[in-house]
Nanobody, 123 residues
């Protein structure tokens, strides 16, 4: 019933920008905290950013703080991840997720996941 669909990924040069979108259906997205995670080849899925449904508080991984911004548009049932100053180390499959809890850093708190979208940053 619940579906999260990411879009906006692709190939970009180092220093460039991308904006990922995650559109939700089958759920009132505003009632959930939203998170972005990423997984590079051979690595575990890691936390990137999250936003609380109740307070709007945001959390960011140290590796992306100051470069990435998470935001939501409740009217469009969509959450965004604006990625600036991209680095090759940002290359990964990016996943959006929804949680009944706050802006959590652990994957265990998230109930729904998108299919993932590739972001590749070339040097």
């Amino acid at each position: 019933q619940v579906q999260l669909v990411e879009s906006g990924g692709g190939l970009v040069q180092a220093g460039g920008s991308l904006r990922l979108s995650c559109a939700a259906s089958g759920v009132t997205f505003s009632s959930y905290s939203k998170g972005w995670f990423r997984q590079a080849p051979g690595k575990e899925r890691e936390f990137v950013a999250a936003i609380s449904w109740s307070s709007g508080r945001t959390e960011y991984a140290d590796s992306v703080k100051g470069r990435f911004t998470i935001s939501g548009d409740n009217a469009k049932n969509t959450v965004y991840l604006q990625m600036n100053s991209l680095e090759p180390e940002d290359t990964a499959v990016y996943y959006c997720a929804a949680s009944r809890y706050g802006a959590r850093l652990s994957r265990a708190y998230y109930d729904y996941w998108g299919q993932g979208i590739q972001v590749t940053v070339s040097s």
